[in-house]
Structure formats: C-alpha cells, structure tokens
C-alpha cells in the first residue's frame, strides 16, 4: 500500500497558489518523494521530484521539511487545467515501481 | 517533445478472447511498465520490463497476462483470455534510467481503455 498520506480533495482558486499537503512519516533515508498528477481519463504525468532539500521546476515547487515527514507541492498560479488528482508517492532509489495511493482530487474554480 | 503512444485507444472484446495492448515507449528509455485503473480506483502496478526480461510484476499480472518487446520499438502486453474484471485503462510507462540512478521519472502514454464484454 501506498506510504503517504493526502487529503482527498482540495479547492482553489484560479490566479491563486494551491498547496497540497502529504505525509510521509515513516519515510527512510534513501527513499524520494514524488509527485504525479492524473487529468482526468489521461495518464499520470511527472510533477517533481524530491530526497531533502526544496526543489522548484517549471510547473510547481516541492517544499520538504527537515525531518523528511512530510511535504507540500506548490501550484504557484493555478489555472483551470491543473483540475487533476494529484499523487504523493514515495519511492526507494533502488526501485522503479509506482505505488499510486487515492490521492488528492484538486479542483481549480474560476 | 518526444512521447509514449498506445494503440489502440479503445479495444472491445468478447469475455475468453486474447487481446494485445500495444505500445512505443521512449526511444532512448531502457525500463517499460504497464499499468492498470479500473474505473474509479486507483493506478495499480502491473509488470516492470528491463534488458528485455520482467523484472518486477505485481500479484494481478497471473499466466493470462504475458508481456513482450517484440522489436526495437514496440512494447506489448498481451491477455491471454479475458474476463470482466479485466475491463480497465491500461497504462505504459518508461523511464531512460538505469538500476541505481536517481532519475525515476516515468512518462505514462495515453492509455488504452479495454472493455471486455
């Protein structure tokens, strides 16, 4: 079973930052934190990825906290199209599989 | 940008028929996954594929379910005989690293909606 944990569903704004939480409190020291979207019917697609330090690309910014526990993937200026589930996963470097849990159901309102 | 395809889009088949999923993953990647949702549930693992062998499968990918890289491009999954529940989205994945690198981002095609009847 999947190791995070993230509310179902979240709303925002458009034009706003939405920030969605994860948990990961029983993450190792060589295990990654992931985050996947899924639009609606299409298939997942890479947001960004994590080990300890923040890390920012063009679509979000990833903020993780000092003891590994937890993190929060930033949409800095949400549009409409990032309406999505977005997937926290967490994953050992050795290893390729995807765990998908339920994840969070975003809904971007004009 | 380069893409994974999946062809083909919908695939309608009779309960005990064989299927075959196929799928064009990344030119330069090295590793192949399949993927299943049944509609309304969660992405669930199915097979990894690498050096053209499986290198990891989940307890849903039984004997009905083979996998193959038949040329330099395709990746296919096959279902042997199927059943109702196997009526689901199927996704393929890919990913250019290597066993030990960091890099694990997978780039998921489109997706194939099965329907078995």
């Known amino acids: 079973d999947a190791k995070t944990t993230q509310p179902p569903s979240m709303d925002c704004a458009e034009g706003r930052a939405a920030n969605l939480p994860c948990n990961h409190s029983t993450i190792s020291g060589n295990e990654y934190v992931y985050w996947y979207r899924q639009i609606h019917s299409q298939g997942p697609q890479y947001i960004i990825h994590?080990?300890?330090n923040n890390e920012t690309n063009e679509m979000a910014s990833l903020i993780i906290t000092e003891d590994r526990k937890s993190s929060t993937l930033i949409l800095p200026h949400a549009t409409l199209r990032d309406t999505a589930v977005y997937y926290c996963?967490?994953?050992?470097?050795?290893?390729?599989?995807?765990?998908f849990g339920k994840g969070t159901m975003l809904l971007v309102s004009p | 940008e380069p893409e994974v395809t999946q062809t083909p889009s919908h695939q309608v088949t009779q309960m005990g028929q064989e299927v075959i999923l196929r799928c064009v993953p990344i030119?330069?990647?090295?590793?192949f996954y399949w993927y299943r949702q049944i509609l309304g549930q969660k992405v669930e693992f199915l097979v990894s594929f690498y050096n053209n062998e499986i290198s990891e499968k989940s307890e849903i990918f039984d004997d009905q379910f083979s996998v193959e890289r038949p040329d330099g491009s395709n990746f296919t999954l096959k279902i042997r005989s199927t059943k109702l529940e196997d009526s689901a989205m199927y996704f393929c994945a890919s990913h250019q690293g290597a066993p030990g690198t960091t890099e694990k981002e997978q780039f998921f095609g489109p997706g194939t909606r099965l329907t078995v009847l």
């Open positions: 996963i967490v994953l050992n470097s050795g290893y390729s599989t995807l765990t």
């Open positions: 994590g080990l300890k």
């Open positions: 030119s330069n990647h090295l590793y």
